[in-house]
């Protein structure tokens, strides 16, 4: 039982001491299953293991969630380009912020805080929940709530074809994921989306 809770605590100062900056492979931009399929097969997860994603998978999900395809264009639409949504990225080692140009998640604080990512139990033990965020000094009105819903849709056609399960979610405090994620005054969390493996 001590070597249990000493390999736990060991674990935990691991990742809490040496969280950084982390540099995603490049994206995978072809193959999956056709969409035609992912939409059919597309489930909203409840049970959820702990297990850690693959770093390729993440950086896949990433890129679908608001990467760069063309120029400057993204992976879903926004008002006038304007490109007001950013991903944030809660690990159990740290909160980030995805850098689509640089392709890679740059640290914001260090430490488990997926307690403060949602509401619900499962949140707590996922690897991975995405939070969609506005820059409110692009776009004030509904336009944002629509291309994080784009974002959470690829997101979950993604997760289909990797065998990923995932989750959208509205229920969010926003005022902890505003402290978690570093966040100023004018950037509003919008939704929380829930990634691993299904039990």
Same mark, same amino acid.
């Given at each position: ?15 809490? &001491? ?14 999956? %299953? ?14 959820? *293991?702990?297990?850690?994603?693959? &770093?390729?998978? &993440?950086?896949?999900? &990433? ?9 400057? !264009?993204?992976? %879903? ?7 007001? %949504? ?33 509401? *619900?139990? $499962? ?21 944002? $709530? ?6 959470? *849709?690829?997101? $979950?056609?993604? @997760? ?5 399960? @995932? ?6 405090? !926003? ?10 005054? !004018? ?5 929380? *989306?829930? %990634?691993?493996?299904?039990?």
């Amino acid at each position: 039982m001590k070597k249990i809770i000493l390999a736990s605590v060991l674990a935990f100062i691991c990742t809490t &001491l040496f969280a950084q900056d982390i540099e995603l492979p490049a994206p995978t931009k072809t193959g999956g %299953i056709p969409v035609f399929d992912a939409i059919d097969k597309r489930a909203s997860l409840h049970d959820v *293991q702990e297990t850690p994603i693959k &770093l390729q998978d &993440l950086s896949d999900l &990433l890129w679908v969630a608001n990467g760069i395809t063309r120029g400057d !264009k993204r992976t %879903i639409p926004t008002a006038m380009n304007l490109q007001e %949504i950013d991903v944030y990225v809660v690990l159990k080692e740290g909160t980030y912020l995805y850098d689509a140009k640089e392709n890679k998640l740059i640290l914001k604080l260090k430490g488990d805080h997926r307690r403060k990512a949602g509401k *619900q139990d $499962y949140v707590y033990v996922a690897p991975v929940n995405f939070i969609y965020v506005a820059d409110r000094t692009k776009v004030t009105g509904p336009e944002s $709530y629509l291309s994080a819903g784009c974002a959470t *849709q690829n997101v $979950y056609h993604a @997760c289909t074809s990797k065998d990923l399960g @995932c989750r959208i979610r509205t229920s969010i405090d !926003k005022n902890a994921l505003k402290e978690v994620l570093k966040l100023n005054d !004018k950037q509003e969390p919008l939704a929380g *989306q829930t %990634i691993g493996y299904k039990k």
